[in-house]
């Protein structure tokens, strides 16, 4: 049974830093394609950043230098450090894994993320 728990949000103001985790309930973890995407009523889910079993990471145009995807494979848990926030990263962000091995195609592919945390909440002013 895989579970995946979002923690980090918070409201922040614009240029300032968060660091979001997720951990992951996931036996074979390590194995596993994960990414961060995020949501608003206005663009729908969009991928963040991805990142496969060997260490490979892909990131949206709009995050490239300021986010950072990474993963602790002994303790089961992801990581998006987003750095010189902007309003328009507003969202509910969300963790996303599954064993698939073309992660980098998955960030435009959210559908083809098996399993999905609960989200956290992202609010830059």
């Known amino acids: 049974h895989v579970q995946l728990v979002e923690s980090g949000g918070d409201s922040v103001q614009a240029g300032g830093s968060l660091r979001l985790s997720c951990v992951a309930s996931i036996d074979t973890y390590s194995r596993y394609c994960m990414g961060w995407f995020r949501e608003t009523p206005d663009k729908g889910r969009e991928g963040v950043a991805t990142?496969?079993?060997?260490?490979?990471?892909t990131y949206a145009d709009s995050v490239k230098g300021r986010f950072t995807i990474s993963r602790d494979n002994d303790k089961h848990i992801l990581y998006l450090e987003m750095n010189t926030l902007k309003p328009e990263d507003t969202a509910m962000y969300y963790c996303?894994?599954?064993?698939?091995?073309?992660?980098?195609?998955?960030?435009?592919?959210?559908?083809?993320?098996?399993?999905w945390g609960q989200g956290t909440q992202v609010t830059v002013s």
């Open positions: 990142i496969d079993s060997d260490g490979n990471t």
């Open positions: 996303a894994a599954d064993p698939g091995s073309d992660c980098a195609r998955y960030l435009a592919r959210p559908a083809d993320f098996g399993y």
